[in-house]
């Protein structure tokens, strides 16, 4: 009974918080937010504890008008990091294993400048499809694209677009094995 009442506790304090929070979400424990209104959580999902959901509004002198969009039934286990400077989209049906990192920004990069950390972000869209299952510790940077039911194997980086019904491992990631539906299995990708 006690566990209920965390729940809808919690479920309650983070409607309040966002900009839109679907139905029957369960929030298992503390997420750290920033940003909130901009980020949109789609009914039946699931969120672990320890996450940090942030989306920036402003980044030093930076204006920002970010939108973080997680479609319904996606399942977020513990200790996941996303954050949005301007589109992160995940899809309806999306397994994302702890310890993973989604960003659609990074720092800028001119050596010659001020610090990396004082330098204006740089994003482009991230887009990750529905049904995708990302496993333990994977990291998708910005601009990445991950096609629908595609799975990436733990402690890959995936840092460009990934084709649908594929299963890609590796740093970068690299499509290892394709879905047939023919024949109804998984077929090894020949280099």
């Known amino acids: 009974m006690f566990k209920k009442i965390k729940l809808l506790y919690l479920y309650l304090f983070y409607k309040k918080k966002f900009g839109n929070l679907g139905s029957r979400v369960r929030i298992l424990g503390k997420i750290h937010t920033t940003n909130p209104k901009a980020i949109h959580i789609g009914s039946k999902c699931q969120i672990g504890h320890y996450c940090r959901i942030e989306s920036f509004s402003n980044y030093g002198k930076q204006e920002l008008s970010p939108k973080l969009i997680i479609k319904e039934n996606t399942c977020i286990e513990h200790a996941v990091h996303m954050y949005c400077a301007n589109s992160l989209f995940i899809g309806r049906g999306v397994l994302i294993a702890s310890g993973c990192m989604i960003t659609d920004n990074n720092h800028g990069i001119n050596p010659e400048k001020e610090n990396y950390v004082q330098q204006p972000l740089m994003f482009k869209e991230t887009k990750i499809s529905d049904g995708v299952w990302l496993g333990e510790n994977v990291s998708v940077l910005p601009g990445s694209h991950i ?8 402690n890959s980086v995936v840092s460009g677009s990934i084709p649908p019904y594929c ?3 590796g740093n970068p990631a690299k499509v290892i094995k394709k879905y047939n539906f023919q024949i109804k299995s998984w077929e090894k990708i020949n280099d």
């Open 147 to 154: 096609g629908e039911k595609t799975i990436i194997g733990a």
């Open 167 to 169: 299963i890609a491992v």
